[in-house]
């Protein structure tokens, strides 16, 4: 009896097929994190730099401010204060 259940074709191909399956799974789970960990890391790039930009531009417009004289809201707060 032992024979033929490890005779038939469907008995010797199930644990190759569910073999081949995990093998696939793994190696495409492998490549979507790969890929998120790249566009994760894209992504925070791009957040960097954005902030970058931002940071850039307040001081722009600080300069500005302070060439055109005008106060910033902190500057009146502190000179009401005193």
């Known amino acids: 009896m032992s024979d033929q259940v490890n005779s038939p074709p469907t008995s010797d191909s199930a644990p190759t097929n569910s073999q081949d399956l995990t ?8 490549q979507m994190q790969s890929r998120f960990s790249q566009m994760s890391d894209a992504i925070i790039g791009r957040i960097d730099e954005m902030g970058n ?4 531009l307040e001081k722009s417009i600080a300069d500005l401010m302070d060439q055109a004289g005008v ?6 707060e502190m000179n009401q204060g005193s």
């Open 53 to 56: 930009r931002i940071d850039d």
């Open 71 to 76: 106060e910033t809201q902190g500057e009146k």
């Open 23 to 30: 093998v696939f799974v793994q190696n495409l789970l492998e």
